[in-house]
Structures are given as C-alpha cells and as structure tokens.
C-alpha cells in the first residue's frame, strides 16, 4: 500500500534553532518528492521538488534530503524564525500502473511551533 | 499575476444539505484537483479535472461531484451533508494532463472552511 508517513508529528524549538524533519515512504513506483509548507487555515505552499536522481535541494533556510534507496527524506530548517511556525507536508508521487497517471501521495505532517 | 482563488472561505451547513465550493485556477493552468482536509491531517485527494472531465478519483462516495468550466475554474458538489463532512477544501491547479503533471508542482488555493452541523 502506498503510504507516507512524517515524524515526529509535532515540534517546538526555539527561535534560531534548526531542526529535521523526517518523512518516510513506501510509494512505488516513486515520480518525485515534494516538501509544502502549511500556514495555519491556508492552502499548501511548495518548499522543495526532488526526483529520484537528486539528493538534496534548498530553498532559502530549507534544505531537502532525498535517500531513494531507504526511501527516506528529510527537511532541516536553519537558523528558525517565528515565521516557520506551521505544518509541513510531504507529499510522494507515485504511478499507478492500472491507468499509469500519476497520483500524490500526502503525509499528515508536522506542526511545527517555533517559540522566541 | 492572480493565484488560485477560491470561494466562500467559509460555509456552515446541516446534516442533508448541498454545497457548492468554487475555485479559480492560477493564471495559464488548466488542470484542477480538490482535496479534502481534516482537522490535523494531511490533505486527501478528492478528483482531478482536466479538459472538462474528471480525469483522477480518489476514495470518496459519489456525493462529491465536480465540474470543469471551459475557462478552466471548476466547482466542488457535495450532496446529503454528513457531519464528518467537516474539513477544509483545497484547490489545487497545475499545467498539464493527469499522465505528464507529474513533475508541475500544485499550485493550492487558501481553502474553503465547511462545517456541517
């Protein structure tokens, strides 16, 4: 079954603290990775886009893993500001192989509460 | 440059009722997808719209049904309300079929907010 899963599911750091977030996949077969920030009652925002040849790319202060054997990605935040207090979502596209479209597959996320 | 709008931001409705959500796409898309969003949970994917017609369904009865404009914005029917019914609705839009959209990143609206009582 196609699954992604997010830990931990919620995180409080202080401001000017990184930290990982983890996202765990079993989608197959896998088309990209995305990681979408969430502002609270606002529709998702597109942090990073990884395909199965890249290990990382950053936007900004984000910076996104990408391990297509473990089937494992991560996004560290550096240096945190009040700002990045939201939920982020992974999200996984995988293909269906009964019509080949591709389909997204969306993690519950992490809340992320960054506190001065 | 506009983005993907979306109307009413929110809506309170009963148990039995219909509603219509709408969404306008982001300027030069052509593809629409709404999801549906419970309260701590990751969005769940309701259907995709392209060329008019319902390309993708996910798991969801067929009380939600949807429509596509030829100006590209669609609307989201749900009919016979039930409580758990309640989420926020999102509307995603991209450029592209259902088969070559897998790398267009979604573009998502700001939500409509349901509540069924």
């Known amino acids: 079954k196609n699954q992604v899963e997010q830990s931990p599911q919620s995180l409080i750091i202080l401001e000017g603290k990184n930290c990982t977030l983890q996202c765990n996949y079993t989608v197959s077969p896998f088309s990209n990775l995305r990681w979408y920030k969430q502002d609270t009652g606002r529709g998702p925002v597109s942090l990073t886009i990884m395909t199965f040849s890249e290990n990382t790319k950053s936007n900004g202060r984000y910076t996104a893993t990408l391990d297509a054997d473990t089937k494992q990605s991560s996004l560290h935040i550096t240096a945190s500001q009040l700002s990045d207090s939201a939920s982020y979502i992974c999200?996984?596209?995988?293909?269906?192989?009964?019509?080949?479209?591709?389909?997204?597959?969306f993690g519950s996320g992490t809340r992320l509460l960054v506190r001065p | 440059d506009a983005g993907v709008t979306q109307s009413p931001t929110h809506l309170i409705k009963t148990r039995g009722q219909q509603v219509t959500l709408r969404c306008s796409p982001k300027?030069?898309?052509?593809?629409v997808s709404w999801y549906q969003q419970a309260l701590g949970q990751g969005p769940q994917f309701i259907f995709q719209y392209y060329e008019e017609e319902e390309r993708q369904r996910g798991n969801f009865p067929d009380r939600f049904s949807g429509h596509q404009f030829p100006n590209y914005s669609s609307e989201l029917n749900v009919n016979a309300l039930l409580l758990g019914d309640s989420a926020l609705y999102l509307c995603?839009?991209?450029?592209?079929?259902?088969?070559?959209?897998?790398?267009?990143?979604?573009?998502f609206g700001p939500g409509t907010r349901l509540l069924v009582l």
């Open positions: 995603a839009s991209s450029l592209g079929t259902a088969t070559t959209s897998a790398q267009e990143t979604q573009y």
């Open positions: 300027s030069g898309h052509d593809t």
């Open positions: 999200v996984v596209t995988g293909r269906d192989w009964m019509d080949s479209s591709y389909k997204l597959i």
